[in-house]
């Protein structure tokens, strides 16, 4: 198994380390996690299939998974950098020499996507447990410009558990600046009955703004004072990150906006054009980083002398229907779902779930955009998921 001790550099270029104080998850054998050897096995065995031949799922993929506080599986397969340019006339990628070609390691750093939400629904269960913000208060209490929103009753519940009726997104990257963006977010009213769920990227938005609004502090800086400084999560930041997986070619018509090969840089085009830090999207981090997310929740909130939030707040944040994280969701938690499991997927091709029922977690970090989006496809979450299920018997 790959060495998960943090070196005390940042993959994304900023110097930093870890507190000595702050104790961490510890690398051994399956059976040392209370897991079927034979289960684990097979889960490793997959995460190279999703890499492999000439059109697999992924480009690179990196899987760690674990009960309790051991790691217990920790593999990364194929590439983080494979392709130069993807070429609409052949429906392929236009291959990299195999010197100018990254290969994907454990500690590689990748574009989370909407993994991002978590980040934003815990700092806002921050600041419900501070009392700074009420779970049933109305979004006009805090953001009274965003008069829409204001006008039909939107609460804070509503946008964490995607039940406010906004609409999916807004084409904030077809804006030709900032104040016509958020022009656009200020009359943006809902297109269902508040209380429908649909998933939609401006629930993030409007609580990252209303998060802004009452502590006087940028999202970007709220996590990281509350969640990845604390726990020691030096990989995980906003972008750029130079040394992060690629993403896609970026260009019209399959994708929004004209950026071409993306590395290092957000993928998510409304998060790019709001500067790369979004309460959606934005985010980069490592799958040795999530573990440690991973086993905080799990935790109920605490990870050796760090504390981000206390139990009930913990299990306020995870009760279905979840305050951002989905919950018992089989499409992409396989076996997992049904005793009270949590998680989210990212577009880009990353997953996490964590199973309090048995302690387990499980992380996919990958870039099956790379090249270029294709129709999405999670049978292969949910198939580590179950391998990890049965594991765990």
């Known amino acids: 198994m790959p060495s998960l001790e943090h070196t005390g550099e940042h993959p994304c270029g900023v110097g930093g380390r870890r507190e000595l104080s702050a104790p961490r998850l510890r690398a051994d054998t399956p059976q040392r996690a209370g897991l079927d050897p034979a289960a684990v096995e097979h889960l490793v065995g997959e995460v190279h299939a999703l890499t492999a031949g000439d059109h697999p799922w992924a480009a690179g993929a990196v899987a760690l998974a674990g009960r309790g506080p051991v790691i217990a599986?920790?593999?990364?397969?194929?590439?983080?950098?494979?392709?130069?340019?993807?070429?609409?006339?052949?429906?392929s990628g236009v291959e990299l020499p195999p010197e100018a070609r990254v290969p994907a390691t454990v500690h590689t750093p990748f574009d989370l996507a909407s993994l991002t939400k978590l980040f934003t629904s815990v700092a806002a269960v921050q600041q419900i447990e501070r009392g700074t913000l009420g779970m049933d208060a109305r979004v006009g209490d805090y953001l009274p410009d965003f008069h829409a929103a204001a006008a039909h009753g939107i609460?804070?519940?509503?946008?964490?558990?995607?039940?406010?009726g906004l609409r999916p997104e807004l084409?904030?990257?077809?804006?030709?600046?900032?104040?016509?963006?958020?022009?656009?977010?200020?009359?943006?009213?809902p297109t269902a009955e508040?209380?429908?769920?649909?998933?939609?990227?401006?629930?993030?938005?409007?609580?990252?703004?209303?998060?802004?609004?009452?502590?006087g502090r940028t999202l970007d800086v709220l996590i990281e004072d509350g969640i990845t400084r604390p726990l020691g999560m030096t990989a995980t930041r906003f972008g750029p990150c130079p040394g992060a997986a690629a993403t896609e070619d970026q260009r019209r018509p399959w994708a929004k906006a004209d950026r071409g090969m993306l590395r290092g840089v957000v993928h998510d085009e409304n998060a790019w054009a709001l500067?790369?830090?979004?309460?959606?999207?934005?985010?980069?981090?490592?799958?040795?980083d999530l573990a440690v997310f991973c086993r905080t929740l799990l935790a109920g909130g605490s990870y050796g002398p760090a504390r981000i939030l206390g139990p009930d707040f913990v299990e306020l944040l995870l009760t279905p229907p979840g305050l951002g994280f989905a919950v018992d969701q089989p499409w992409f938690m396989g076996?997992?779902?049904?005793?009270?499991?949590?998680g989210h997927t990212g577009f880009t091709g990353t997953s996490l779930v964590l199973d309090p029922a048995t302690d387990t977690f499980l992380i996919l970090l990958a870039n099956t955009v790379h090249p270029n989006r294709r129709p999405p496809n999670s049978a292969p979450r949910a198939a580590l998921a179950t391998r990890l299920a049965r594991a765990a018997i």
């Open 73 to 91: 599986v920790a593999e990364a397969a194929g590439w983080a950098v494979r392709y130069a340019a993807y070429d609409p006339e052949t429906d």
């Open 171 to 189: 084409p904030l990257y077809d804006c030709p600046d900032d104040a016509t963006r958020l022009s656009l977010l200020r009359a943006e009213s």
């Open 155 to 164: 609460t804070v519940r509503q946008l964490l558990t995607h039940t406010s």
């Open 194 to 215: 508040p209380g429908t769920y649909t998933y939609s990227d401006l629930n993030m938005l409007l609580l990252q703004f209303a998060l802004e609004r009452i502590t």
């Open 335 to 342: 076996a997992l779902a049904g005793n009270g499991a949590a």
């Open 275 to 288: 500067g790369g830090v979004a309460g959606h999207a934005g985010l980069f981090s490592s799958a040795p």
